[in-house]
């Protein structure tokens, strides 16, 4: 069974599928690694914050003709797909990118795009640059005197979930995760919280929007 490439822009939602699938791939990811001297122990390797963010290349072909090869469902006009990818850089969108039936799936930046045709066919040929994406607000933090006044100002948990729907101020340094943390006492119900809310994306909120706390069995 053919591996499917699959881009999803996560703006508009459409989806396109490579009609033809590519002859290989390669994934780079990791964290960063910093070496440090220990004064009279040598060397060591330090694993460093957050993670890599990897770049990709992909050639591929976009086919004029109905090929024995191509995806079920094909557009045979290449410049459907060309108008997709470069609408989507233009407009600094980024896309859910998947390969079928591997670990691959995360959110990608479209960097590049050259096309062309060759050997009369109108097939077009393709090499998509592209690099992982990731919210500035998926991490946030809290100097020390912020957190101390936060940890001096509120319980870090509820006793008791509430009850009934409450109302709260985001602060500088929130997550919606410790914000379940504290009304739950379970961050993971941090996705839950972003749907009862209409927020699209859990890891981007706002210092001073107001959030609707429900019980939590309203989730």
């Known amino acids: 069974m053919l591996r499917k490439y699959i881009f999803k822009n996560n703006v508009t939602g459409q989806e396109v599928v ?8 390669q994934i780079d990811r990791g964290v960063p690694v910093e070496t440090v001297d220990l004064h009279g122990f040598g060397e060591y390797a330090m694993a460093g914050a957050g993670m890599q ?33 470069q609408l989507t850089s233009d407009r600094r969108q980024t896309c859910r990118f998947v ?28 090499v998509l640059t592209m690099h992982r994406w ?16 936060a940890a001096a100002g509120q319980p ?5 979930p509430p009850t009934a729907q ?4 985001i602060r500088r340094g929130d ?12 961050a993971n119900l941090y996705p839950k919280l972003a749907a009862f809310n209409g927020i699209a994306n859990p890891n981007m909120i706002y210092d001073g929007h107001t959030l609707k706390i429900p019980p939590k069995d309203k989730l």
Do not use: W
């Open 99 to 126: 390969i079928s039936d591997t670990p691959t799936i995360c959110d990608v930046l479209l960097e590049n795009l050259q096309y062309g045709e060759r050997d009369g066919t109108n097939d077009v040929y393709c």
């Open 18 to 25: 490579l009609p033809v699938t590519p002859g290989s791939f």
């Open 134 to 149: 990731r919210p500035l607000g998926a991490v946030r933090t809290v100097g020390a005197a912020a957190g101390a006044a």
């Open 166 to 169: 409450q109302s709260y101020t």
């Open 53 to 85: 963010l990897f770049s990709e290349t992909l050639e591929f072909m976009l086919p004029r003709h109905d090929y024995p090869f191509n995806q079920p469902g094909t557009n045979l006009d290449p410049y459907y797909y060309i108008e997709f990818f």
């Open 156 to 160: 870090r948990t509820n006793d008791t």
């Open 175 to 186: 997550t919606l995760s410790s914000i379940c943390r504290k009304f739950y006492g379970d």
